[in-house]
């Protein structure tokens, strides 16, 4: 096993070293975060992210400057058109699978969220594989 993958934190369950995946709070933010990664620099998802909660998610109040709006819902973004969601810069593609992967929350047909409580040791073990190099990929 490379060096770098050694030097990673082994968690509970996971027997080698490796790169560790936290669960996190909201499966369809996730869901929808991947889409909107795909093929784009962490910086890109990241404005694509900011843009359709700033088009779409709910106005809330908060002590903090920065948080204004929630994550738009399953509901919000399955109702939203393919115009709305496209104007923010997001292609055709990635319109069509968020706009199926909302339709699919809302009804109630998929998912994501478990119905357990989080928990920061619940993380899962991704295997870190070696290049030719000797580096992790």
Do not use: Y
Not at 99 to 105: D, F
């Amino acid at each position: 096993m490379p060096t770098r993958c050694r030097s990673l934190p082994r968690s509970p369950t996971c027997r080698h070293g490796g790169t560790r995946v936290p669960n996190g709070l909201d499966g369809f933010e996730i869901a929808v975060r991947v889409i909107l990664g795909q093929q784009v620099t962490v910086a890109a998802a990241r404005t694509l992210a900011r843009r359709l909660v700033d088009a779409l998610g709910e106005p809330i109040d908060t002590p903090f400057t920065d948080l204004t709006r929630l994550f738009p819902s399953p509901d919000r973004l399955a109702a939203a058109t393919a115009e709305q969601i496209g104007r923010l810069g997001i292609v055709r593609q990635r319109v069509k699978a968020l706009q199926a992967l909302a339709a699919e929350v809302a009804a109630g047909r998929l998912t994501l969220n478990a119905a357990r409580r989080w928990r920061p040791r619940s993380m899962r073990c991704v295997h870190c594989p070696a290049s030719a190099s000797g580096r992790c990929n």
